[in-house]
């Protein structure tokens, strides 16, 4: 096979973990992003969209383009694949970038979500209130992300706060779902149609950052086993979805109900490098260039994934770990900043949390 070049848009860690893991695929990687410094700075050859013919510049260089984000412009995206193949495509992108949108396409293909209404004045918020009942979370129809552009509102009191802060955008207000864990399913498609389905993690957020992904969720029944994967499945073929693709869930009583999808490799897939036989960053290349499809399987009976905060702390004991393995972004130190992830696998399920214990002061320091 003739060497690939790839091309991803943006250049942060997600761009330079599917550079790393797709190496010994034989493959070239070529960078657009307005970032001097980035952790794919050593990876690749980086083009600045600000400077001269940048994006001819970009086209001309790979076979195959992806992105690493789903705020990605679409309009970018479609221009890029008038000359060369885009994956996934700006139908997938589209669809996952406004709350909105994303919510009715779930419920088209039979995807069970929180109910939920359009917000565009407070009038709007009121009826809202009226409709769902309390409590609901206001949240920006566009973008948002680790928590950023929602709002809670408990009492009738919150609501022309919640208003006061958010008001001015389109906004999505969903009725408040009763969850006993947040869990998510990644899955990966290739140009021919293949699917594979990776083990679903479940994860454990603080203050809308994602801290902890634990593999696998402990006592999920078959039942719900199945109806992630169906969902998963039924978003990648309706889409005509080509890399990974990610929904996150939330488990109920009554069954598992969509919160939102990423069109690309996911925070809560991290664990995969070391604890799956392929991870999601080399499927997602294998998918893009049209490869077979790697074993999603985890290696060992239970993997985790720790977010490391806002400081790098003490990279000594990860490393002396025997079961644990440090992956560090390139990033400098930052308040609430993902600077890196330490993953880890065990045979036991006394094991995995005892060294999540262990290590659970990279995912509390928050740069403080």
Same mark, same amino acid.
């Given at each position: 096979?003739?060497?690939?070049?790839?091309?991803?848009?943006?250049?942060?860690?997600?761009?330079?973990?599917?550079?790393?893991?797709?190496?010994?695929?034989?493959?070239?990687?070529?960078?657009?992003?307005?970032?001097?410094?980035?952790?794919?700075?050593?990876?690749?050859?980086?083009?600045?969209?600000?400077?001269?013919?940048?994006?001819?510049?970009?086209?001309?260089?790979?076979?195959?383009?992806?992105?690493?984000?789903?705020?990605?412009?679409?309009?970018?995206?479609?221009?890029?694949?008038?000359?060369?193949?885009?994956?996934?495509?700006?139908?997938?992108?589209?669809?996952?970038?406004?709350?909105?949108?994303?919510?009715?396409?779930?419920?088209?293909?039979?995807?069970?979500? !929180?109910?939920?209404?359009?917000?565009?004045?407070?009038?709007?918020?009121?009826?809202?209130?009226?409709?769902?009942?309390?409590?609901?979370?206001?949240?920006?129809?566009?973008?948002?992300?680790?928590?950023?552009?929602?709002?809670?509102?408990?009492?009738?009191?919150?609501?022309?706060?919640?208003?006061?802060?958010?008001?001015?955008?389109?906004?999505?207000?969903?009725?408040?779902?009763?969850?006993?864990?947040?869990?998510?399913?990644?899955?990966?498609?290739?140009?021919?149609?293949?699917?594979?389905?990776?083990?679903?993690?479940?994860?454990?957020?603080?203050?809308?950052?994602?801290?902890?992904?634990?593999?696998?969720?402990?006592?999920?029944?078959?039942?719900k086993q199945a109806q992630a994967s169906q969902y998963i499945t039924?978003?990648?073929?309706?889409?005509?979805?080509?890399?990974?693709?990610?929904?996150?869930?939330?488990?109920?009583?009554?069954?598992?109900?969509?919160?939102?999808?990423?069109?690309?490799?996911?925070?809560?897939?991290?664990?995969?490098?070391?604890?799956?036989?392929?991870?999601?960053?080399?499927?997602?290349?294998?998918?893009?260039?049209?490869?077979?499809?790697?074993?999603?399987?985890?290696?060992?009976?239970? !993997?985790?994934?720790?977010?490391?905060?806002?400081?790098?702390?003490?990279?000594?004991?990860?490393?002396?770990?025997?079961?644990?393995?440090?992956?560090?972004?390139?990033k400098t130190e930052r308040l609430n900043r993902k600077i890196g992830?330490?993953?880890?696998?065990?045979?036991?399920?006394?094991?995995?949390?005892?060294?999540?214990?262990?290590?659970?002061?990279?995912?509390?320091?928050?740069?403080?």
């Amino acid at each position: 096979m003739a060497v690939k070049r790839i091309g991803i848009i943006g250049s942060g860690q997600l761009g330079r973990m599917m550079a790393l893991a797709a190496t010994h695929l034989d493959t070239e990687f070529v960078f657009f992003d307005e970032a001097n410094d980035s952790p794919c700075s050593n990876l690749g050859k980086s083009i600045q969209p600000s400077t001269d013919n940048a994006l001819q510049i970009f086209i001309d260089s790979v076979d195959v383009v992806s992105y690493e984000s789903e705020n990605t412009d679409a309009t970018l995206v479609d221009q890029i694949s008038k000359h060369v193949p885009v994956y996934p495509s700006s139908k997938s992108l589209l669809n996952s970038q406004h709350r909105l949108t994303e919510k009715r396409f779930f419920q088209s293909i039979g995807i069970q979500t !929180a109910d939920f209404r359009k917000v565009e004045s407070l009038e709007d918020l009121e009826a809202a209130v009226n409709d769902l009942g309390l409590p609901i979370i206001l949240k920006t129809t566009r973008e948002g992300y680790d928590g950023k552009g929602q709002a809670m509102i408990k009492t009738a009191q919150d609501v022309l706060s919640a208003w006061e802060t958010l008001g001015g955008t389109e906004l999505i207000a969903e009725a408040f779902v009763q969850f006993s864990r947040e869990l998510s399913v990644i899955a990966a498609r290739n140009v021919s149609g293949d699917v594979q389905v990776y083990p679903l993690a479940e994860n454990d957020h603080s203050a809308g950052i994602l801290r902890v992904s634990r593999v696998p969720v402990k006592g999920l029944s078959e039942q719900k086993q199945a109806q992630a994967s169906q969902y998963i499945t039924n978003l990648l073929n309706e889409l005509n979805h080509v890399g990974v693709l990610t929904l996150e869930l939330f488990d109920t009583d009554s069954g598992l109900i969509a919160n939102e999808m990423a069109p690309r490799v996911h925070n809560s897939g991290h664990w995969s490098i070391e604890g799956a036989f392929c991870s999601q960053f080399e499927n997602h290349i294998r998918a893009i260039c049209d490869m077979p499809l790697g074993n999603t399987d985890a290696r060992q009976a239970f !993997a985790a994934m720790i977010n490391i905060i806002g400081k790098h702390g003490d990279r000594k004991s990860v490393l002396e770990q025997g079961n644990s393995f440090y992956h560090a972004y390139g990033k400098t130190e930052r308040l609430n900043r993902k600077i890196g992830h330490i993953n880890i696998v065990a045979s036991s399920e006394s094991e995995i949390e005892s060294t999540i214990k262990k290590f659970s002061a990279f995912t509390t320091e928050c740069g403080e």
